[in-house]
Nanobody, 128 residues
Framework: VQLQASGGGLVQAGGSLRLSCAASGRSFSTVTMGWFRQAPGKEREFVAAIRSSGSTYSRFHSDSVKGRFTISRDSAKNTVYLQMNSLKPEDTAVYYC????????????????????WGQGTLVTVSS
């Protein structure tokens, strides 16, 4: 399984970006996909995740992005998206997509160690 993240870039505060994470290698009907980010000098932190099984899914967002970011998945394209609106300078970071075959229990979904597969990261820079 390979994950390819894209969509990062430079945007002004208040702007929007949409990140994509394309998965290749096999199709996944039951999967947990997440986004994490790491700012310079800081630890990697959870941003959002989506648990999906067939047409059923549940989404999770960290408190710091809730109401501004939305994770979604296109199962036909094996792609997960992170729509980021109302961006702030503190959102500046390298964003990583992560995946786990199967459903991670909600209580553990924000822990990076729960995910076996990682993309290469895409840089998001928000200027003030």
């Amino acid at each position: 399984v390979q994950l390819q993240a894209s969509g990062g870039g430079l945007v002004q505060a208040g702007g929007s970006l949409r990140l994509s994470c394309a998965a290749s290698g096999r199709s996944f009907s039951t999967v947990t996909m997440g986004w994490f980010r790491q700012a310079p000098g800081k630890e990697r932190e959870f941003v959002a995740a989506i648990r999906s099984s067939g047409s059923t899914y549940s989404r999770f967002h960290s408190d710091s992005v809730k109401g501004r970011f939305t994770i979604s998945r296109d199962s036909a394209k094996n792609t997960v998206y992170l729509q980021m609106n109302s961006l702030k300078p503190e959102d500046t970071a390298v964003y990583y997509c992560a995946g786990e075959l199967g459903l991670i229990v909600p209580s553990n979904i924000r822990y990076a160690l729960e995910y076996d597969y990682w993309g290469q990261g895409t840089l998001v820079t928000v200027s003030s």
